[in-house]
């Protein structure tokens, strides 16, 4: 069984239903799901907003947000996943933004992503977020950077159920 295999059980288990905010990765994360049968059952919504006016129009980033701290950033990962969430039924959402590369981007190197996970419920709303390098060419990071948002998943979610 696949890492995303797995994924998807523990989804139906938990009674997830996710929704994505995806800027480096492209829709990758929703593609890796959307791949597997009923996937209906654990995906809302995929937003892929790669431009920064994309980001703001539809899912209300700041300016003041990227001025402060950049696209590549944690606090802008933040900001689009809150902004998934508030249209959407899902109980956690997942974003990205980053420099998948070739090059790099306002002094940001290539393969640096920003992740954040939004979990809601009934133990209110929890938020996770972390930057990650990828080595490798630009579909290898897009497609390594998919991977890991989806599995740290289950380990967020624990936590957040657990209240750690």
């Known amino acids: 069984m696949s890492n995303i295999e797995t ?3 523990y989804l139906k288990e938990h009674h997830l239903l996710l929704a994505t905010a995806e800027s480096c990765t492209a829709g ?3 593609a890796l799901l959307a791949s597997y049968p009923g996937s209906g059952q654990y995906l809302d919504a995929g937003y892929v907003v790669y431009s920064p006016e ?3 129009r539809l899912l209300q980033v700041q300016q003041a947000t990227i001025d402060q701290f950049g696209l ?4 802008v990962t933040l900001e689009m996943a809150n902004g998934a969430l508030r249209d959407s039924p899902a109980n956690v959402v997942l974003a990205t933004t980053g ?3 070739p090059d790099e981007i306002d002094g940001i190197p290539p393969g640096t992503v920003c992740f954040a996970w939004v979990f809601t419920g009934a133990n209110g709303v929890r938020r996770f977020s972390s930057t990650e390098f990828f ?3 630009r579909m290898a990071v897009i497609k390594a950077a998919s991977v890991f948002a989806l599995k740290r998943i289950p380990a967020l979610h624990k936590c957040y159920m657990s209240g750690d």
Request: overall charge negative; aromatic content about 0%; cysteine-free.
């Open 7 to 9: 994924l998807v059980h």
């Open 28 to 30: 990758g994360i929703i």
């Open 54 to 56: 994309a980001k703001k």
């Open 72 to 75: 590549t950033s944690e606090e």
């Open 99 to 101: 420099v998948a590369g």
């Open 135 to 137: 080595h490798g060419e």
